[in-house]
């Protein structure tokens, strides 16, 4: 285990489904990430927490929607998704997202999403 | 955005080979350029990183070479084992931001 905890492991909902993905970190970080790796993709960042303040949003479509109540959890809210959202979500944490090294860096199992 | 481009897409090496990876880049604003091993049902992990003001770096098998006049930098896995099996991703990190770019991804199979 790598100190960043994912649940659930599989979710498969269907295209007007609302879910809820979870993320909890026990590292003492403050900044946590949200990220998609689709098949024959490379991961892409869709946010990121800073003191659970949202610091950045890669233009994610809103049926995507976090939530960070403190700085060990971070939840992505699903709703009405598409078949091509079917991937794996990550979560990822730091101590802070400025003056840090990848050693730092910790990554989640993620969540395999499958979208029917 | 940065563009990684990350090649070969998928390797096979025999064990006790040598796997070669590499990734080319457009600029060096980055702090580190890392590469990360992923196992199925697993997240990425750190496997080792560089800076770009180093041009090589050793950690037991694994070893990075980088060329800044080439704009790219290669993972080197000696003695290649079945357990090294996994996809590798080349990557930016930026110690500013936080922010980690990935490359497209290596599917490495090491065959006994």
């Known amino acids: 285990e790598t100190g960043v905890t994912q649940t659930p492991r599989h979710l498969v909902m269907g295209m007007t489904n609302k879910k809820s993905l979870k993320c909890e970190q026990h590292?003492?970080?403050?900044?946590m990430y949200w990220y998609k790796q689709s098949a024959k993709k490379p991961l892409e960042l869709m946010f990121v927490?800073?003191?659970?303040?949202?610091?950045e949003n890669n233009s994610v479509p809103s049926r995507f929607s976090p939530e960070c109540p403190n700085s060990s959890h971070l939840f992505l809210h699903l709703h009405t998704l598409q078949p091509e959202d079917s991937a794996l979500y990550l979560c990822?944490?730091?101590?802070?997202?400025?003056?840090?090294?990848?050693?730092?860096?910790?990554f989640g199992s993620g969540t395999r999403l499958t979208v029917v | 955005q940065q563009q990684v481009k990350q090649s070969p897409q998928s390797l096979i090496v025999q064990k006790g080979g040598i796997s070669i990876i590499n990734c080319a880049y457009e600029?060096?604003?980055?702090?580190?350029f890392p590469w990360y091993q992923q196992f199925p049902g697993k997240g990425p992990a750190l496997l080792i990183a560089?800076?770009?003001?180093?041009s090589e770096k050793k950690e037991g098998r694994f070893t990075i070479s980088f060329n800044k006049s080439a704009k790219q930098f290669s993972l080197h896995i000696m003695d290649s084992q079945p357990g090294d099996s996994a996809t590798y991703f080349c990557?930016?990190?930026?110690?500013?931001?936080?922010?980690?770019?990935f490359g497209q991804g290596t599917t490495l199979q090491v065959k006994p």
């Open positions: 990822a944490s730091s101590q802070d997202t400025v003056g840090h090294r990848p050693e730092g860096y910790t």
């Open positions: 590292l003492g970080h403050n900044a």
């Open positions: 927490y800073n003191f659970k303040e949202q610091t």
């Open positions: 600029n060096t604003a980055f702090d580190y």
């Open positions: 560089i800076r770009p003001d180093v």
């Open positions: 990557a930016f990190f930026s110690g500013n931001t936080g922010k980690l770019i």
